[in-house]
């Protein structure tokens, strides 16, 4: 009898999970990520979900629960892209739940099958003219360190189309000479994916504008400018490149430009340059050519297609 109370009392601690164990989840799950952008998104998501979790009585972690969370996030009038990114996040601390025994594999696996909230319609995103990213380019002002460090930052993002979390870590030694070209070799981007992206020479003079006006000659590429202009720190956050962006385009007069705006920026200004499509997907660092076809925004067109004139006309 005694045996069988203490295997009951331990499926019991397979299905509901306490505090403590939700913490320890979600520290596997936290260290499993490489990325600080996914940290901080996966962090506000587990915990939202802990708070909901813990607020219901002796809830079991299941399937059923976890269905019961996707409605309320829906009832909640949250769009379907942020309910499956906090979905994503509640099966990623199923997963490592399970796997360091605290939940069992049966209830982790039918918590992985619960489907994600529908997506209506097509998400649109923000893509400057080149007019307007000529125009943003030239707003910081050159005669101070931060307007010199703002412009390379906008310069990076435009140019050469990387992500937040690539630029704040972007260091000196990554820019090399290659194939007579300025590059940024080996970059580690998204999941440990490593690419080498091309650097334009108006790209590479900007960030030597203010390199030089800093003295940076090793470690991170950008830093932090007080409010008196003196440099400090040893790099930025993905904050402060939120707030460049910001700034630089409510002067623009742009709305709701943000930093990964202008790096689809970049790829919609390559594709219309003549850029080919799989030249985009290296520079962007895409696994899917379809993620790049997304970014470039491209619709099909009828009038004058592409196969009207490919010269085996009758």
């Known amino acids: 009898m005694k045996d069988k109370a203490t295997k009951a009392k331990a499926g019991r601690s397979k299905c509901r999970l306490g505090l403590p164990e939700l913490e320890h989840a979600q520290s596997a799950v936290l260290t499993s990520l490489r990325s600080a952008e996914s940290q ?46 906090r979905l994503a996040a509640v099966r990623r601390l199923a997963y490592e739940a399970a796997d360091s025994g605290l939940l069992s594999p049966e209830l982790a696996a039918g ?89 334009p020479d108006w790209v590479k003079k900007t960030i030597d504008e203010w390199a030089n006006a800093v003295g940076i000659t090793q470690g991170r590429l950008f830093r932090c400018v007080c409010r008196r202009g003196k440099p400090w720190g040893a790099k930025v956050t993905e904050k402060v490149v939120w707030h460049v962006v910001k700034e630089y385009a409510a002067r ?16 919609r200004l390559c594709h219309n340059a003549g850029g080919e499509l799989e030249q985009i997907q290296f520079l962007l660092g895409h696994v899917s050519v379809q993620t790049t076809e997304k970014y470039l925004g491209c619709k099909q067109r009828f009038h004058d297609a592409v196969n009207d004139q490919i010269g085996i006309e009758l």
């Open 111 to 199: 918590i992985r099958q619960v489907r994600g909230s529908k997506r209506l319609g097509n998400k649109i995103g923000n893509w400057l003219t080149v007019k307007e990213a000529q125009t943003l380019l030239q707003l910081p002002n050159p005669d101070t360190l931060k307007g010199k460090r703002d412009r390379a930052i906008l310069a990076v993002l435009l140019g050469c189309g990387l992500r937040r979390g690539e630029l704040i870590e972007l260091t000196v030694d990554l820019i090399q000479r290659h194939e007579d070209h300025w590059a940024i070799v080996d970059l580690v981007g998204k999941a440990g994916h490593i690419r080498t992206v091309p650097m």
């Open 40 to 85: 901080r998104s996966y962090r506000r998501s587990i915990e939202d979900f802990v708070r909901w979790y813990c607020s219901e009585p002796r809830l079991s972690f299941s399937k059923f629960v976890v269905t019961r969370y996707r409605i309320y996030l829906e009832e909640q009038n949250l769009s379907s892209g942020t309910i499956n990114v």
């Open 252 to 267: 623009l007069g742009v709305s709701k430009l943000a930093p990964h705006d202008l790096r689809r920026s970049c790829a």
